[in-house]
């Protein structure tokens, strides 16, 4: 006879996958065998009356879980028979194509069981007709001379607490997770071993927390945890059904979260399919262009000097400075050599809060060499270059090398060999002191324009304006935290002083 599979559907007939049902319920039925029972598995036993022993009361909640979900499932067979799965999927599932299968093994079991209400559409027979609520309370009703005061009242506690998202506060690895509500503001530090070792604080999760005779515990939790990056996403979700709720004289409480159970999930639903499965992000430069890196070759008929006294006015933020401290000049005192970063400003040289670098311009022995990051660029620099320099300028060609194609190449997959070549050539371009100080003087502009200008993160307002308020101090704390967790990953010199702008902005 063919062994079951765990992912099989079980052979009791339940509907379920056997590692959901049959299989669960042979694990926990050997984990509470006697002494004498046990004496083939002496290490089971042990860890079982370890558990008892250092926390009981944990133990008690997590077995009272598994023991009803179960019976209220079985239930539910037993009542609507094999057509309840088939109803039950869809709706979890709220129309969503895609749907990772972590997700549906981890939560449809539990919110089928406790806050799946078929709706009258439902093609589910019985005699006594559908259940005015969650199967949990119908299943309390019917069995309550068999069921402990524990665990009704485990019941009732479950089909109150609605799914939410939660961000992660503080984490002791192996313990316990700090968790707050975003959506209602509430607190609550949950007894998780298993997750609690690969969650971090900033990380966001999709679930239902249970809080019971002094125990808190997760039933049902989307696998995939939601990154900073998402949380700022929350927060406007947040204010949208605060808005909407106002609009009807209804507050965001945990019943109106109860009511939007499927808009929440399939939320969720869209964003961990968007996470599990990326698509390639077009990269863009501070004018949001398509990258594409240019280089334009001229041959110019002047001398270096000449064409640098035409073209210096380019550079707007040299103040004064006639010649580069980096130019070369021949024995003769002669300038053969000087580079040139062309900025285009839409202020004063003083404040630089719209400085645009469009380039750099590097003119030496009778050729200039133009190298911009965009098609557009390029376009500008070219007309610019000609109609300063007019008949002693001559267009040579143009390379161009589009930066997404490259990337997505490598993402893709290439030659070993030819990938380690690109990885060193790359190193070696980001090394060169020329493009390390448009860098750093790129970055320093940005930065200190960042302060004062409008953000769509922030509700198009400035950094400035957002920490002046109790909603936009903490749109930004997120912001920030964003900008830690890339701090991490990110090269030196492209690390974000999180503790000065924490200090300009008084937070």
């Known amino acids: 006879m063919a062994r079951t599979g ?118 589910l027979r019985s005699p006594k007709g559908l259940p005015a609520g969650p199967l949990a309370m119908e299943y309390l009703e019917r069995n309550r001379s068999r069921l402990s005061d524990y665990e009704q009242a485990f019941i009732r506690a479950v089909c109150e607490q609605p799914f939410s998202f939660f961000e992660v506060t503080d984490v002791a690895p192996g313990k316990s997770i700090g968790l707050r509500d975003v959506l209602v503001d509430r607190r609550v530090t ?42 700022l996403r929350l927060l406007d979700l947040r204010d949208a059904l605060r808005n909407d709720l106002q609009k009807n004289g209804q507050e965001l409480n945990l019943e109106s979260l109860t009511d939007l159970d499927a808009d929440l999930r399939q939320i969720y639903i869209v964003m961990a399919e968007r996470l599990r499965k990326p698509s390639f992000p077009e990269l863009r430069n501070l004018d949001g262009d398509p990258i594409s890196l240019v280089k334009i070759y001229f041959e110019i008929s002047c001398s270096t000097g000449e064409a640098f006294e035409k073209l210096k006015d380019l550079d707007c933020l040299r103040e004064g400075q006639e010649i580069p401290d980096d130019a070369q000049y021949d024995e003769a005192g002669n300038l053969i050599k000087v580079i040139v970063d062309c900025m285009k400003s839409k202020s004063t040289p003083k404040t630089h809060s719209e400085n645009t670098v469009l380039g750099r311009l590097t003119i030496c022995d009778g050729e200039l060499i133009a190298e911009v990051n965009s098609e557009r660029r390029a376009r500008e620099i070219q007309s610019e270059i000609e109609a300063r320099l007019k008949e002693k300028v001559i267009f040579k060609r143009a390379v161009h090398e589009l930066v997404d194609g490259l990337v997505e190449e490598r993402i893709n997959g290439v030659d070993e060999d030819e990938d380690q070549r690109a990885r060193d050539e790359n190193e070696r371009i980001k090394s060169l002191p020329e493009l390390q100080s448009i860098l750093r003087k790129t970055l320093e502009l940005h930065w200190e324009a960042w302060y004062d200008q409008p953000l769509p993160a922030l509700g198009d307002i400035s950094p400035v304006e957002a920490a002046k308020t109790k909603a936009g101090r903490e749109r930004l704390n997120v912001l920030l935290r964003s900008f830690e967790s890339k701090n991490e990953v990110v090269p030196p010199e492209l690390k974000v002083d999180i503790a000065a702008m924490k200090k300009r902005l008084g937070l």
């Open 6 to 123: 765990r992912n099989d559907r079980c052979p009791c007939g339940s509907g379920k996958k056997y590692k959901h049902c049959c299989s669960n319920k042979e694990t926990q039925q050997s984990a509470f065998k006697s002494s004498d029972e046990t004496r083939d598995s002496p290490h089971d036993w042990m860890r079982q009356t370890a558990a008892v022993q250092q926390d009981p009361e944990w133990l008690k909640i997590r077995v009272t879980e598994g023991k009803l979900v179960t019976q209220i499932l079985e239930y539910a067979i037993k009542r609507y028979g094999e057509a309840f799965w088939r109803e039950a999927l869809p709706a979890f599932l709220c129309g969503e194509k895609h749907c990772d299968e972590d997700f549906v093994d981890a939560v449809l079991e539990t919110w089928a069981a406790f806050t799946w209400v078929p709706g009258p559409g439902a093609a």
């Open 190 to 231: 949950v007894k998780e071993a298993q997750a609690s070792r690969s969650l971090k604080p900033g990380d966001a999760l999709y679930a239902r927390v249970l809080s019971l005779e002094g125990q808190a515990i997760m039933i049902g939790v989307g696998p995939i945890a939601l990154p900073l990056s998402e949380h």
